[in-house]
């Protein structure tokens, strides 16, 4: 079984990695969509509901899923070609 190494002045986190990675994979997607779908997408990845985004952003729960839908539908897309690119 793999060792996490031991934190460092370097690497306070050695999790952190795999988090870092993470996000910076999910930033050229990101920059695909448009402002709304970013939006919405990016406050479901940290964690908010979408009747949160939609009382937070003043729009309706409705709206705020079909941007996600479209969001994810793109981000599905992306993904696809990804793998078919390697």
């Given at each position: 079984m793999p060792r996490t190494p031991e934190p460092t002045s370097l690497l306070a986190r050695p999790d952190a990695i795999a988090e870092w990675e993470?996000?910076?994979?999910?930033?050229?997607?990101?920059?695909?969509?448009?402002?709304?779908?970013r939006q919405v997408l990016s406050w479901t990845l940290a964690g908010f509901t979408p009747t949160d985004i939609a009382d937070h952003l003043g729009l309706s729960a409705e709206t705020v899923r079909a941007n996600l839908k479209k969001a994810r539908r793109t981000a599905a897309a992306y993904l696809k070609g990804r793998e078919e690119e390697q």
């Open positions: 993470t996000r910076h994979d999910a930033l050229p997607l990101l920059r695909r969509l448009p402002p709304r779908q």
